[in-house]
């Protein structure tokens, strides 16, 4: 690259928008990567194949949602021993 060393290293204030213009304009810095995960010793997230994703676009879908999760603390709250957080 004009007779200097590839960069080993970039910076910006958006990684996540600005990856793919790093990968493009220095392919260098996407090879020899090290996943998060096994850098630090953890175990990949795989998500179960029964798994449903659902997006909840108003305040009444996450209500209804999350009802049915709440339903047995709200029947017996002696379920549940850990802090509570109220919203008024």
Do not use: Q, R
């Not at 997006?55 to 002696?78: R, Y």
């Amino acid at each position: 690259m004009y007779g200097h060393d590839d960069p080993v290293v970039g910076y910006s204030d958006d990684p996540i928008k600005d990856k793919w213009h790093f990968y493009t304009a220095f392919p260098c810095l996407s090879k020899g990567l090290t996943p998060m995960t096994i850098a630090h010793g953890l175990e990949v997230l795989e998500l179960p194949t029964t798994l449903k994703i659902a997006f909840l676009g108003t305040a009444i879908h996450v209500e209804a949602a999350l009802s049915s999760l709440m339903a047995p603390i709200d029947d017996n709250p002696d379920l549940f021993s850990g802090p509570m957080l109220y919203m008024a």
